[in-house]
């Protein structure tokens, strides 16, 4: 079940125990010896070092590479899977990696290794292979339980197993106060809804209202279903596609949102599409998106329609083509605000500001500029001073017509003091950062989302 990509995604290139110093995803430098000699070598090498983590890791191995050596009844890959999860969990993929793949190598029916390994493998670019692991693992099992049976609530994750377009919910539901349950709804049959485990709470985390639209009738079967509360419910996240944006936001005072319209397809014609264009009113620029993606995949600002053309002529699928609006403020830079909305109140989360009008926080190299990181920390600490009253009544307005119970908007102020929203739907991050990096300032802020988002679920369990 893979999350939707950040914007922010850390460079997971590390060394592997007893491996060479090569790319997370290289699997010819990422394998494990099937050798148990060889990890306990390792696991004296790793003490020496140390890393008692990692000694302990290799004499689990070796364990584990000893009973199915000798063809033990009990012999399992369950400890080793653990020790790649644990890693996994704690970030350090190339390291999870290489014991997944080990795992795997003994027992290719561990569903969790190859869910974990597939979003390890997307995560660096491996498309097709996570896509294979990915599709093995869906096949074997639809629901994963994660955290302990101890934790004060059972949340039922919905997820869209096939694709990425699923809300980031790891800091949202941690794993002191939730026990999540994730069901991969997209391989699983109706009945197999009534053999769930026991839950307290839903979360619809297939917040891509795209991704959303082919289970349209599955998800709508379950919801009818349910006794349990259903957070962000298929319905409400079906009205966030990028071309209704400006409709559903329609009426709202001090919001524009760019003109947008869906091509299910190249236009058969250049008459066909300048009449979708005309029909949205849009002119050039234009940029062109294929649909269900995020953090700028395939985004395309194309000048003229010879290159919108040439653009939609490699394109497979529904796409977005939408008005481009100059957005740069008065010293040249382009400003791109975050806002998370938790049952419909907002939360500052990021400023990115960037020389470029397509706005990352890493590619604008936030955090080698000053400046920039305190101006967005002056946005964190209090958006109302920083935008002023007019520009955050147009937001909370916003959250309100959204009607999501987590979700949000990427923005920019326009010099007449209206709010320009790129998007706004449920597939927005909210992550900590490292505690020892440059933007662990910016943790507070993520605390106050969500310690908003466990009130909220609090509040939907206490009736």
Known sequence: MKQTQPDNEADYDTQVPGAPAQRAGDSDGNSASPDPASHRALAEARRSDGD?????AHLIAAHTLDAYAAAARDASASNLCDVATGYFMKGDHAI??????????????VAVACQNLAAILASTGHVSEAAMYRERAYRIQRVFVEGSGAAPRRVLVLCAAHTSGNV???????????????????YAADDEDHQLPAYDLVFNAIGDADVAAPLAGRLARFVSRCARPVLNPPAAVARTQRHRTASLLNGLPDVQVAPCVQSDAAPASRAALDALLTEGGIDFPVLARPAATHGGDGLTLCENRAALEAWQLVQVGVSY?????????????????????????????HLAISPHWMVHYYSADMEHHPWKLEEERRF????????????MSAIAAIGRRLDLDYG????????????LVFEANATMLAHFERETGALAHKNPYVQRIVDAFERMMKRHTST
């Open 96 to 109: 999870a990696e290489y014991w997944y793949r080990l795992v795997l190598t003994l027992d290719p029916h």
């Open 408 to 419: 949000g908007i990427d923005f920019t102020v326009l010099p007449g003091g209206q709010v």
């Open 321 to 349: 083509l939408a008005a481009f609006r100059d957005y740069r403020s008065a010293d040249g830079f382009y400003r791109k605000y975050r806002i998370i909305f938790v049952d419909r109140e907002p939360f500052p989360y």
């Open 52 to 56: 008692e983590l990692g000694a302990v």
């Open 168 to 186: 980031p919910f790891d800091a949202l539901l941690p794993g002191a106060s939730c026990c999540r349950i994730k069901y991969a709804i997209d």
């Open 380 to 391: 964190l600490d209090n958006p109302h001073a920083v935008l002023g009253e007019r520009v």
